[in-house]
């Protein structure tokens, strides 16, 4: 059943994924429309130093920002931790992957310790980069009403319907990595996963 749900989630993120970037096309080619002479990339790295600027100027948003980072850094380590417990009999030979993460002969005990690190670090990054998200929507929000400007003349400008768009993807992005972390270490837990080291198909 957890796999069945992990499996769900997964459909779920790369729908997040296409939607993410179908509204980061309609931006550029808003922008592209009155800033005929740049590049899309050049527009995009324009708005994110936009953004950054803005986590700069507030101190709070700084350190959950790091909060955020340090909880992504953290569950991508155990993720990589426990995929490379799992699979020891695959990637035991690989110089860099023995030496970094595989400690033990437990390779169960050290996986199901890695997912409980994945499934704590997701949770606690995942409130944060919500905080930040809805932060976020506020000040592109606020930053259209002072400015009064509702065209793409503005490198900086986002229509309210897309920074409304955009606070839904994050909040549901993040909960889709949380309780696909969780689902992760309850198939560990319940034994739906197999041991490390076994086949994960009988034929």
């Known amino acids: 059943m957890d796999l069945l749900l992990l499996g769900l989630v997964a459909v779920a993120l790369a729908g997040t994924g296409l939607w993410a970037w179908s509204l980061e096309r309609k931006i550029v080619a808003m922008q592209l429309t009155t800033h005929k002479m ?4 050049q527009i995009r790295t324009g708005r994110k130093t936009y953004v950054r600027n803005l986590y700069r100027e507030n101190v709070l948003a700084q350190q959950i920002r790091r909060v955020g980072l ?4 953290i569950s991508g380590l155990a993720f990589a ?3 490379g417990n799992q699979f020891y009999n695959e990637l035991s030979h690989l110089p860099l992957i023995r030496r970094l993460y595989i400690f033990t002969a437990d390779y169960l005990t050290t996986r199901n310790q890695a997912l409980w690190v994945l499934a704590i670090s997701a ?3 995942g409130f944060a980069w919500m905080w930040l998200a809805k932060w976020l929507h ?3 929000l606020a930053a259209n ?3 009064g400007i509702q065209s793409a003349a ?3 400008w986002t229509p309210e319907n897309i920074i409304h768009q955009r606070l839904w993807l994050k909040i549901l992005l993040q909960i889709l990595l949380m309780i696909g972390s ?3 270490l309850l198939a560990a837990l319940n034994g739906e996963l197999p041991n490390p080291g076994e086949a994960w198909l009988s034929l």
């Open 38 to 41: 740049m590049y899309p990339n």
């Open 70 to 73: 340090t909880g992504s850094w």
């Open 81 to 83: 931790f426990a995929i």
């Open 123 to 125: 949770v606690v990054a």
């Open 138 to 140: 506020d000040q592109l």
């Open 145 to 147: 009403e002072a400015t």
């Open 154 to 156: 503005d490198l900086y």
């Open 182 to 184: 969780i689902l992760i």
